[in-house]
């Protein structure tokens, strides 16, 4: 099982049927796909490798689903950050789980620009927001838009999917690790229990960055 898995039976069976609708637009599976591929082709190019941790800190949103599809798709690990922590916080999950890459919002690109100053392992700060480029950041959409697509690594089975922070009230957040199998079958319960049935539209209220909303949105 993978988590891509989904998304490439969409793939073959309903290309043009629209995945996601967010903030007025809607794009197709087939359109998702492209982006997710070119995004991972993205994170190679920066020389994310096998099992490195790429961090997300932002509201939900159509990039947010790109990421997690996009991370292992590239062969690496997701590590979604709690956008309640404080900035401390944040820097410690990062530093802690090592880090690499971490893709900011415009909500969150100031904290972008004090991880750039103060976490010990993020090397490349990635600004996903429709205003500005923060100096110093690279540009979500023009790194997709000057990618080629690459292949999914189909990260699998038990490797390593991503690191889900808990949420630290008696002492520092601890990182919890789960594989690629954990998140799957417990997606395919969700479905068994008929939570998610063909021509669902899900309207995603929950956190993304949070399992639970994680989950959900991979049922």
């Known amino acids: 099982m993978y988590i891509t898995q989904g998304l490439h039976r969409h793939l073959q069976q309903r290309p043009n049927s629209v995945a996601i609708r967010s903030q007025g ?9 492209d982006r997710v591929a070119r995004l991972a082709s993205a994170l190679k190019g920066l020389d994310v490798g096998s099992g ?3 961090a997300m800190l932002s509201f939900n949103s159509q990039r947010f689903i790109e990421y ?3 991370v292992p798709w590239a062969d690496a ?10 900035a401390a916080e944040i820097i410690y999950s990062l530093d802690d789980s090592e880090t ?3 893709i900011v919002d415009d909500h969150h690109k100031a904290l972008g620009t004090k991880v750039q100053e103060q976490a010990k392992t993020v090397r490349v700060v990635i600004y996903a927001g429709d205003g500005e480029t923060p100096p110093g950041m690279l540009n979500y959409e023009t790194l997709i838009r000057i ?7 189909r990260r699998s089975g038990d490797a390593l999917l991503g690191i889900f922070y808990t949420g630290g009230t008696t002492g520092q957040p601890k990182g919890v690790m789960l594989s690629h199998s954990n998140v799957a079958f417990s997606a395919m319960n969700s479905l068994i229990a008929g939570r998610c049935k063909p021509g669902t539209t899900f309207l995603h209220a929950m956190p993304m960055f949070h399992l639970a909303g994680f989950a959900a949105m991979t049922a």
Not at 25 to 33: D, P, V
Not at 77 to 86: A, I, M, T, Y
């Open 147 to 153: 990618s080629e697509p690459v292949e999914d690594a």
């Open 77 to 86: 690990v997701v590590n979604p950050v709690n956008f309640r922590w404080s």
């Open 68 to 70: 997690y599809q996009a």
């Open 100 to 102: 690499t890459v971490l």
């Open 25 to 33: 637009r809607s794009i197709t599976y087939a359109e998702f796909g």
């Open 52 to 54: 490195d941790r790429v």
